[in-house]
């Protein structure tokens, strides 16, 4: 099948020379357009919801004509040739697709670009066979751990991404010391696919002091009142923050070219800082190191008491600071949702109480100041939440029954997860006062905001924020309040 794919499919290529590529560069004027596709199956996807439902009668073009970064023809051989997109006078190029099929651009859903670029830069890939990875049982994580150690200098951190611990042969997730096999003299952090949880080895749980006297929620111990090694969730997976270092722009630059090879034209951006996020992208469309477009969902409110990231952004996006506790919080003049923030003149806040600039952190993250940014590259999204963890670490808040205790099954049940169980009620980021609080903030103002739901009783929660906002504002009428993931409604 993916021989298949690869020989017949032009999704990946055709769809980001359509729509990225076919007017980069502007010709003479006297060319009607700049590259032409034809001969091959060109599905527009333009179909009605419920054309689509039928999925008998998918629309079709002969010919593709695209000038200046936007299509201009899209329609019969018969009407390319009369208005004279297949003559080579008239074009700058003309792509013989070869029978091959093409689509539009992929838009990204939801996603978090940049991390894939300095997940294969960086990191050690975890990935198990699903995602073309190698590491379906404990041993070849270790080893991948291993080989990494290798070449790296003792004392420096080792970080893992994507274990799967649902397609490790032994279904369970790793210890400290399974890590510690890999090595001893390094620290080492792997993360979990879901990215709500993560496993450290003992040189990790060394290196920030964490042994059986932290009381943190989501620290996992043994029988015997040792820490495992398994964090779950942010206030336990933030006891070891370790990193590796890399390079902002580097990351940028192959995470464009990993969506832009399966066809996406349009990435998903954001929960982390517009001040940190912006400038490296703008400094990226500089080097031409990013060609696609990103929608960037800036974090919103992590809760009154914490909500450093929501001003800042709200600051960074043109909201006024009106003296309220969560500061920042009038948005008469701010930007729309949808609006075209390529060249935002990012400005530069220091870190509480701190009083260090993010570009003394790291260069990348300087402002751009003067240069010419193309436009219509990056747009600003909807406002991100997060109110719950997630299904796979047991930690999404859940109505009653919740989750089942897998510690009851014996070592004979076909689906064994006996002491996995981890015994949390779930976790909450914020309560449903604080995010009917936090909601209100951006739909007073008309602003889209995405909420991460995984829990029945997340969803349940939100649903009630939504509830009292609306009667709240109930002059605001056209929001579009969105749930992410949602996997238990």
Do not use: C
């Amino acid at each position: 099948m993916k021989k298949h794919m690869q020989k017949h499919a032009l999704s990946i290529a055709a769809a980001v020379t359509m729509l990225l590529g076919g007017g980069m560069q502007l010709y003479a004027a006297d060319k009607i357009a700049d590259t032409v596709y034809h001969n091959g199956k060109i599905y527009t996807v333009t179909e009605t919801a419920a054309e689509a439902r039928e999925g008998n009668d998918a629309r079709t073009v002969d010919v593709v004509a695209t000038l200046n970064g936007k299509i201009i023809f899209a329609g019969s051989k018969a009407d390319a040739e009369s208005k004279g997109f297949l003559s080579v006078a008239n074009v700058n190029k003309i792509v013989d697709l070869r029978g091959k099929t093409m689509l539009p651009g992929f838009v990204d859903g939801h996603g978090h670009f940049p991390q894939q670029g300095e997940s294969d830069l960086y990191k050690v890939n975890l990935n198990s066979p699903l995602l073309d990875g190698t590491v379906n049982s404990m041993d070849k994580l270790i080893e991948a751990l291993a080989n990494k150690a290798k070449v790296t200098p003792p004392g420096q951190p080792i970080v893992g991404d994507n274990y799967d611990d649902t397609q490790l042969l032994e279904q369970v997730h790793p210890t400290r010391y399974d890590l510690d096999k890999a090595s001893t003299e390094h620290p080492i952090l792997v993360r979990h696919i879901s990215g709500h949880m993560s496993v450290a080895n003992s040189a990790a749980l060394d290196l920030y002091g964490i042994d059986e006297n932290n009381q943190t929620e989501g620290l996992v111990k043994d029988k015997d009142g040792k820490p495992t090694g398994l964090l779950l969730e942010g206030d336990a997976m933030a006891l070891v923050p370790l990193k590796v270092k890399s390079n902002p722009l580097q990351n940028v630059s192959r995470a464009d070219q990993v969506y832009a090879a399966a066809g996406v034209t349009t990435g998903d951006s954001g929960t982390t800082p517009v001040v940190q996020d912006v400038p490296v992208f703008q400094k990226a469309l500089l080097k031409n190191r990013l060609n696609i477009r990103l929608a960037y969902h800036p974090m919103g409110y992590y809760g009154a008491s914490v909500d450093m990231f929501g001003w800042m952004n709200r600051a960074a996006l043109g909201w006024t600071d009106d003296g309220t506790p969560d500061r920042y919080t009038d948005g008469s003049n701010a930007l729309p949702g949808g609006s075209d923030i390529t060249s935002l003149p990012v400005v530069m806040y220091s870190k509480p109480g701190q009083g260090i600039p993010y570009e003394q952190i790291d260069p990348s993250y300087a402002p751009v100041r003067t240069a010419k940014l193309p436009e219509n590259h990056i747009f600003l999204g909807a406002w991100k939440f997060v109110e719950d963890g997630s299904p796979q670490g047991y930690t999404a808040w859940m109505k009653k029954p919740g989750f089942y205790d897998w510690g009851e099954y014996t070592e004979e049940d076909s689906f064994n997860k006996a002491g996995y169980f981890n015994g949390l009620p779930g976790t909450r980021y914020m309560t449903t006062e604080d995010l009917t609080h936090g909601l209100s903030i951006y739909h007073k103002y008309g602003h889209s905001t995405e909420t991460h739901t995984n829990g029945s009783a997340a969803a349940e929660a939100w649903v009630t924020a939504l509830e009292n906002i609306v009667s709240m504002y109930p002059e605001v009428k056209d929001t579009r309040h969105t749930s992410i993931h949602g996997q238990t409604v």
